[in-house]
């Protein structure tokens, strides 16, 4: 198993501001992957992130928007830039552990107010 | 097409009861993985049992079981003797061969009664 924090646990940001989101892992992973839940929505993947490369986006997603840091093999950030209302969300982060099809485990989540 | 479909936004059940839970899923893979995953409503999302597309047996985890029906490409998951601490949101979830993305189901919320 992994143990997954994420920093901030809550926050309400203005409209237009950014936010940064760290998750940070108790074990090297290789694979770190950004989760959105939009309020009483199922989890959407935003993009798979791969120590010493670039992050890969799913369809609707973009870097501009998102971009994500991972800097070394246990800590990852996401940012949500030019915040909007619609982007109120709880924000995930998880780690593969294991090889093929193990389990992903998914850090606390942060919950995003845009006022 | 869906890949995850679970039919029951909402569901009840009597404490001690057991209950089940609806997840169908599509793929053409022959590989995959079948989750469950317990969010209760602080928001964190609980790991509950795994489900591998050549396991034989159906997965068990303590009061947790996956009933696996591989024809029928279903994965119900079955709580048994449920307590009030069961109550949350409940995710079926699927992963492709050896692909990065799990694809979610939109959630079963479980409420048990006293």
Known sequence: ?115 | AQKITQTQPGMFVQEKEAVTLDCTYDTSDQSYGLFWYKQPSSGEMIFLIYQGSYDEQNATEGRYSLNFQKARKSANLVISASQLGDSAMYFCAMREGTGNQFYFGTGTSLTVIP
């Open chain 1, 1 to 115: 198993s992994a143990v997954i924090s994420q920093k901030p646990s809550r926050d309400i940001c203005q409209r237009g501001t950014s936010l940064t989101i760290q998750c940070q892992v108790d074990s090297q992973v290789t694979m770190m992957f950004w989760y959105r839940q939009q309020p009483g929505q199922s989890l959407t993947l935003i993009a798979t992130a791969n120590q010493g490369s670039e992050a890969t986006y799913e369809s609707g997603f973009v870097i501009d928007k998102f971009p994500i840091s991972r800097p070394n093999l246990t800590f990852s950030t996401l940012t949500v830039s030019n915040l909007s209302p619609e982007d109120s969300s709880i924000y995930l982060c998880s780690v593969e552990v294991g090889q093929g099809n193990n389990e992903q485990f998914f850090g606390p989540g942060t919950r995003l107010t845009v006022l």
